[in-house]
């Protein structure tokens, strides 16, 4: 069966402000020493999977050129621009129904387009076991991380470890949850039960239709009528249309939890959702000073600090656990326990209207 | 008698990096809303008691042009260059031999460029006080700051409460000591007998000589040969030789702790010596928030932080206690009670020889 990918570019990556903005986030941006982006990364790694012509990437109109210059391989028709933001269940649709228009049936790798994955190969193998266990059992899979911390920030993933799904290392999954508290995270933890949501999934396009036409019935015909004009000169109309029409709701809440065959595959391939400032700092090695630190930065009794440099020298005197992020016309500086609330730096800049440096 | 002054301005700054630089260091800044700098503040406020034909500026070529700059009324006859470092000794040596070339004797103000005094009307009431006290005994007298809290920045001077001198708000000193430590600067507080030293002298052009001449007689030997060449062709080569001869030793330590005839006038005109970026704070009001703002900043949970910004915007998330100085090629981010380490980074810059940043 073929296989294609979808992979989802549309956010907005607030909280890697004031590196990313509205005009180039997260996934368009290296975080790491490596000249290659995120979402160049994310291509590179499944190229050996799948053909550039069957990779499809999910984004909005105003990241289209950025998308071209940083995948020139890809096929132009191949980067679906949603109209307006409408949460992941619309967008994975349309790619869906983009897929069953253009090869009747195929395999789809759904993957975020800003996430790290330490281990390539050992991702790619995952990839694989997931791609048998979607094709023989028109089932929806999933890739649950094996957590390491009692993490608030990911949801979860219960899965049933008793009962044998014929499957090499695939189980059933028994609910999703939403981001738990502390006191939650840890039992999930202890219990041995739980997996992190990594936000990847595995399917066969017919597959993830069939559950939204059973379960999204209203979406389901939007997304037909988006398939029926693709091709012709009615088609960016009917994208306007149907996302005009379909209501804002994740494929988490809007499908996996409801769904009546849904797999998890337990992985640990070095993943991170580089979610905040703080993954930089697992991302890239500390040097002795326990620094993680990039460009020219001058350090005097200071430890633990994430440090990116833009043209100027930074020096730094008596820091500890904190976030310093320099570019041409903004800076940040951050208390570690305080990167959550980097966007009400945003909320402000958005209230005065200094739209320049959003 | 004719007044003159003599403001001492060859200091280097270093501990207001980046602000201040090797190029152009802190009397030549402004560190309050103000839009004088310190050391136009400084003859601004003596302009009521000296004609400005008669302030003297001590400093060294590199600052030439920015005192001419800064004070374009001064004659440029009155900026005295000192070829080389030597401390306070020489340099007020140097200054008291030109004022008793050019008019004999005459009364002398000793003033730092870079000190704030915040009232001005009693400032000058005071140095009235002090040069009526000098020109009626010829003793050197010098100005002592009530302290406020056991500072251990500042040297101390001990002064004669019991024994009346005859002379108005004016007291014999019983001796200089240098910055004590914590518990000795707590004695001295709570004793009441002692004063900060200010670093601000008022006598007679003959009585520092004559000091000068029983303490220091090489260094005498050396200015009275500078006197002799003042006006002459020969008058640069005979400074480069004098300074180059004379040993470096500060006034307070070469002639105050052993002259015969010193008093001390206990004064509290708001001053500060703005001997870091701690002072900023001390020097300009905070804002609601217990921040003290320049520029274009952004605060989210942040307190107790001075920030100088530049062109950019800054945002500050959860920081408390921070001092964020933003320049076009360098930036600091330091903790306040690490503000004395500031040195530590030039140290850094200059062992990479990054003259530049300087």
Redesign the interface.
């Known amino acids: 069966m073929k296989t294609t990918a979808l992979i989802m570019a549309g956010g907005r990556g607030e909280r890697f402000?004031?590196r990313s903005r509205k005009s180039s986030p997260k996934q368009f941006l290296s975080l790491t020493d490596s000249d290659r982006t995120m979402i160049q990364n994310t291509v590179d790694r499944i190229r050996k999977l799948v053909d550039i012509r069957d990779i499809f990437v999910a984004t909005n109109q105003e990241y289209r050129s950025l998308v071209r210059e940083q995948l020139p391989d890809l096929p132009e028709e191949n980067i679906l621009c949603e109209p307006m933001p409408k949460s992941t269940a619309p967008c994975i649709g349309w790619g869906a129904v983009t897929v069953r228009k253009r090869y009747g049936d195929a395999m789809m790798l759904v993957l975020p387009s800003d996430h790290l994955i330490m281990q390539q190969h050992l991702f790619r193998s995952v990839l694989k076991n997931a791609m048998q266990a979607a094709e023989r059992t028109d089932a929806l899979v999933t890739l649950g991380i094996a957590p390491s911390t009692p993490d608030t920030g990911y949801g979860y993933i219960q899965y049933d470890q008793e009962r044998d799904t014929g499957l090499p290392n695939t189980f059933r999954v028994k609910r999703f949850v939403e981001k738990p508290n502390l006191e939650t995270a840890r039992q999930y933890l202890a219990s041995g039960e739980y997996l992190w949501n990594s936000g990847m999934f595995i399917w066969k396009a017919s597959a993830i239709l069939r559950e939204i036409e059973n379960q999204l019935p209203e979406h389901y015909r939007c997304l037909t009528a988006i398939e029926a004009a693709d091709g012709t000169p009615a088609a960016a109309e009917a994208v306007q249309k149907g996302f005009r029409e379909m209501q804002a709701i994740s494929i988490d809440y809007g499908v996996m939890e409801r769904a009546e065959h849904v797999y998890v595959i337990p992985s640990s391939f070095g993943w991170d959702d580089v979610g905040s400032w703080l993954a930089v700092e697992r991302m890239n090695p500390a040097n002795d000073l326990g620094n993680v630190i990039k460009g020219d930065v001058?350090t005097?009794?200071s430890t633990r600090c994430i440090v990116q440099g833009d043209s100027?020298?930074?020096?730094?005197?008596?820091?500890?656990d904190?976030i310093?992020v320099?570019?041409?016309?903004?800076?940040?500086?951050?208390?570690k326990?305080?990167?959550g609330?980097?966007k009400?730096?945003l909320e402000?800049?958005r209230a005065v209207n200094?739209t320049e440096?959003l």
Chains 1, 2 share one sequence.
Do not use: F, H
């Open positions: 402000w004031p001058v005097v009794d100027r020298t930074i020096a730094m005197v008596g820091l500890e904190m310093i320099d570019t041409k016309d903004a800076l940040l500086v951050c208390a326990d305080s990167a609330k980097i009400k730096v402000v800049l200094r440096l």
